[in-house]
DNA sequence: TTGTATGCGTTATCAT
DNA sequence: ATGATAACGCATACAA
């Protein structure tokens, strides 16, 4: 490994000069500047970034905690686009991405590390926090620390947030729905969270305010993602002597579980009942007849959580703290049929 | 940030001390090494990373190179179940996992950082490369460095590698499809890569083996997940004279594409045609009918490359250049037809 | 068993 | 414009 001290004696400079040179500094001749670059250059010269790190306490690297408990986080669509976005704009503005682990065998103690310990010890610019109980004690002690921190999807008071709309979404579903003549509308939601909360209160308060009437049995409840649940949910309403004429779905992939309830049961989308779903995942497109769901701007959630971060680490006298709210957009599948009342 | 220094004033004994007694060296009694330990704790101190490393020349961090051209990588269903994988084996062996990218601003060059520079910076213990064009220079200048190294689903000479067994898979399901009783198949493969090369050689072989004709017009290509291309190519195969009686899919995903092809064109699955997939994703379960695919085994693939990584990082003495190909299994839906003959 | 001293590669301060 | 030198925090060879 070639170092700055190589450079200077192949150079017949000091290694101050080498060091000035390689960083741009105005107090070097432009002569020498290119001389010791192109030497840099011929000898294969890569800075050492440990020795950077230890002298400026800048890492350009960027934590990201995620760690859902079932372990299948990846592979969840939806986290999926927003890493997407994530990842592409932290290395676009030049910082690295790297995942927060709660093991880590540096550690001088036995009993693991937390996440503050760990962040603490790789020196992290800033750290995302995207996926993870934001009820443990370890991420509220990340997060009160001094670290930089942008949450994602959860708000904390006095952090910078980004959160996918939910209430707008719901919202906006329900209008639509309303709008396409629909009055007996039926919601199968997530288990609780703070966003499966918005989202009911959302669901509740647009059916008051447009006069919709929301029977208790007409509400229902199925894990996220969890076909064979929603498979059951949707069966049991649709067994209800006053069936519901629309169902939302706690998201497009749990839909499919739905879906095959309705197929089974004999009947058809949308001309027996329709349907939304949430999200807007590829797939969704693509099914017959495509789904009309709240398309989530993953990339851009990602893009922005990013976006906030680095801002706060490269100005942090002049970024506060702000809650960015990112809208999802309609997208109006087949699956919602026009009724004429 | 507390230092080893404070916890030697602390203490009242030498740094040293202090040091061999976190690394739980021998040659401190039990009882001084329990007092500093405590005090640490009770100072909150977190060793420094680039001090360490500046030392020890071991960053217990991984690169990754994942960076397909079209950005998108991240949702790819396949590659997600492969990173997750990767990364909580990873992380469960003590590591961090850090995406390579091609950025990097602590660049001393303006026109950017090549993997290797950038590997080299970070000092990588090891580097996964996953996906990204095994045909670039610059990624070929990677894996013939000294950096410990495995490819992922791409072989080269004298690197180790995991790749998903493809032949294995398409003889698999020819077979399965074979002993169904079909004897005119039709292969939609993907875009030209190793990887399809591998498929398309295998079809073939298969097919000689088993005696069975393949007319050219049986063979079609459309890009991985394109399901687009794939309606069209199916509806161009529905449309011939002598129709298959099964169609094998680039993929899964691509599959969602040709189902609405036959669909439409007012057949069914299984019924008027057989369908097969490849992948094995989430979703290919929840179809009706669930679809006949090979499921490859992601998550065990990013396994096996994180083990043989950490394996020749830990043991590079011992640890020799291995091709580990890991096989899918045959998830037999509904999709395909007992023919009897 | 504990302590002293040195160096890892870099940057920054202060001279020259 | 360039150079000498200290310091960042840690691990280790060697001395006590």
Redesign the interface.
């Known amino acids: 490994?070639v170092s700055i001290k190589d450079l200077s004696l192949a150079c017949g400079v000091s290694t101050a000069t080498v060091s000035k040179a390689?960083?741009n500094h105005k107090d070097v001749s432009e002569e020498t500047k290119e001389r010791i670059?192109k030497m840099?250059?011929d000898m294969g010269?890569?800075?050492?970034?440990?020795?950077?790190?230890?002298k400026t306490n800048r890492t350009?690297?960027i934590g990201v905690v995620f760690s859902d408990e079932a372990?299948?986080?990846?592979?969840h669509?939806y986290f999926?686009?927003v890493?997407?976005g994530l990842?592409?704009t932290i290395?676009?503005?030049?910082?690295?991405?790297?995942?927060?682990?709660?093991?880590?065998?540096?550690s001088?103690?036995d009993n693991g590390v937390t996440y503050l310990?760990h962040c603490?010890?790789?020196?992290f610019d800033g750290v995302a926090v995207i996926c993870t109980d934001f009820y443990s004690p370890e991420i509220i002690e990340l997060i009160e620390s001094d670290i930089p921190i942008v949450t994602f999807d959860y708000i904390f008071n006095d952090r910078s947030a980004v959160v996918s709309d939910n209430v707008r979404g719901i919202r906006d579903l329900v209008h639509y729905v309303y709008e396409m003549g629909h009055r007996r509308i039926a919601y199968i939601h997530g288990t609780d969270s703070a966003v499966t909360r918005n989202r009911i209160s959302s669901f509740y308060k647009t059916c008051e305010e447009l006069g919709i009437d929301v029977p208790p049995e007409y509400m229902r409840e199925a894990p996220y993602r969890d076909?064979t649940a929603t498979y059951l949910r949707t069966k049991e309403l649709l067994e209800l002597k006053e069936r519901p004429t629309c169902i939302m779905f706690p998201d497009d992939?749990a839909y499919?579980?739905g879906?095959?309830a309705i197929?089974?049961a004999g009947l058809k989308v949308p001309d027996d009942i329709s349907t939304v779903g949430y999200d807007g995942i590829?797939?969704s497109k693509?099914?017959?007849p495509s789904l009309t769901t709240l398309a989530q701007d993953g990339y851009r959630l990602g893009q922005e959580t990013a976006n906030k971060l680095i801002s706060i680490i490269e100005h942090p006298k002049t970024s506060l703290v702000e809650h960015i709210f990112i809208e999802g957009k309609i997208f109006p599948g087949r699956s919602v049929k026009k009724l004429t009342t």
Chains 1, 2 share one sequence.
């Open positions: 490994m390689l960083n670059r840099a250059r010269y890569v800075p050492n970034f440990a020795s950077k790190v230890l350009y690297n372990g299948s986080g990846l592979t669509d999926a686009m890493l997407n990842k592409c290395e676009e503005k030049g910082y690295d991405f790297t995942f927060v682990n709660k093991n880590g065998s540096i001088t103690w310990e603490k010890f790789r020196r076909t992939f499919i579980g879906f095959n197929t089974l590829e797939i693509y099914l017959e």
